[in-house]
């Protein structure tokens, strides 16, 4: 069984700054086959990015991921105040299929 | 409109039954792969289960496996779980997710808004 562990736990940032959240397997992910969410307080998960570095539909392009293997980030420049949000990270193992999400970022505004 | 509809949640004692349905509109459900996710409060995200577009197989976290059954009804095109045997540990908010199998991976395009199942005595 492949764990995500993403750090850090949380991030204490202010509009307009950098973020760049992390998210290591425990083995290589299969393909780098790699998403991450957000989800903001009370609301549902949205698919921000798939296959490590893909951008979901409607995403902003302040928003990107890389890696592979077993170290992927996530990346958002400059801050804006809808950003502050939990993120998680997520990946499929084929045999048996599962799929496992890392126990999420949390973005909050200092 | 696109849209993914849970219902069926409640409070429950532990050791009793619920089933839940997720009620799919505007795109075509019996193409999809479907899953179920749940969050337990204030806690992250845990898959349960994966039923295949056509319901030829399922599959199950560890966590539920041989309690949790989803299966479902693309004439109706609504998806299910049922749950026996529920356990305080079980309390979570449970989505519904419409699965992509693509170039790119293995993800989650498409989610409800959940439906709370409370066990508790």
């Known amino acids: 069984e492949i764990v995500l562990t993403q750090s850090p736990g949380t991030m204490s940032l202010s509009p307009g700054e950098g973020a760049t959240l992390s998210c290591r397997a425990s083995?290589?992910?299969?393909?780098?086959?790699l998403a991450w969410y957000q989800q903001k307080p009370g609301q549902v998960p949205r698919l921000l990015m798939y296959?490590?570095?893909r951008r979901a539909t409607g995403v902003p392009d302040r928003f990107s991921g890389s890696g592979s293997g077993t170290e992927f980030t996530l990346t958002i420049t400059r801050l804006e105040p809808e950003d502050f949000a939990v993120y998680y990270c997520?990946?499929?193992?084929?045999?048996?299929?599962?799929?496992?999400f890392g126990q999420g970022t949390k973005v909050e505004s200092k | 409109q696109v849209q993914l509809v849970e219902s069926g949640g409640g409070v429950v004692q532990p050791g009793t039954s619920l089933r839940l349905s997720c009620a799919a509109s505007?795109?075509?459900?019996?193409?999809?792969?479907m899953h179920w996710v749940r969050q337990a409060p204030g806690q992250g995200l845990e898959w349960v289960a994966i039923?295949?577009?056509?319901?030829?197989?399922?599959s199950y976290a560890d966590s539920v496996k041989g309690r949790f059954t989803v299966s479902r009804d693309n004439s109706k095109n609504t998806l299910y779980v049922q749950m026996n045997s529920l356990r305080a540990e079980d309390t979570a908010v449970y989505y519904c997710?419409?699965?992509?199998?693509?170039?790119?991976?293995?993800?989650?395009?498409?989610w409800g808004r959940g439906t709370l199942v409370s066990v508790s005595s």
């Open positions: 997710a419409r699965g992509i199998y693509g170039d790119y991976g293995r993800y989650f395009d498409l």
């Open positions: 505007g795109f075509r459900f019996s193409s999809y792969a």
């Open positions: 039923i295949w577009y056509d319901g030829s197989y399922e």
């Open positions: 083995q290589s992910v299969t393909s780098d086959y």
């Open positions: 296959g490590a570095s």
């Open positions: 997520q990946q499929y193992d084929p045999s048996p299929p599962t799929w496992t």
